[in-house]
Nanobody, 120 residues
């Protein structure tokens, strides 16, 4: 069964940290560019970060970030565990959103999302 399952969301105070995980199954995880996308309340989807697969011909293993999270968030992947991560530091209220992981390749695969709420 092809699926992505996110975890690690929750309630955190401004300035705090969270680490999101996304476990993949049913497809060749190591061959896919992986992505985090978020959706704030009442808003559309916002791209957060990409990490290329290590076989990418142009940017193998490279990471990319939205300006709004650059320097605070770190994306990583462990292909031995079929897992994608997002380390989020110095969280702000505007980071409050449902965070989705996405696999971009032969198929376009989405997880169910995990809620992150930044509030005092």
């Amino acid at each position: 069964q092809v699926q992505l399952v996110e975890s690690g969301g929750g309630l955190v105070q401004p300035g705090g940290s969270l680490r999101l995980s996304c476990v993949a199954s049913g497809f060749p995880f190591s061959s896919y560019t992986m992505r985090w996308v978020r959706q704030a309340p009442g808003k559309g989807l916002e791209w957060v970060s990409d990490i290329k697969n290590y076989d990418d011909q142009t940017w193998p293993g490279s990471t990319f970030y939205a300006d709004s999270v650059k320097g605070r968030f770190t994306i990583s992947r462990d292909d031995t565990k079929n897992t994608l991560y997002l380390q989020m530091n110095s969280l702000k209220a505007e980071d409050t959103a449902v965070y989705y992981c996405n696999a971009a390749g032969d198929k376009d695969i989405w997880g169910q999302g995990t809620q992150v709420t930044v509030s005092s």
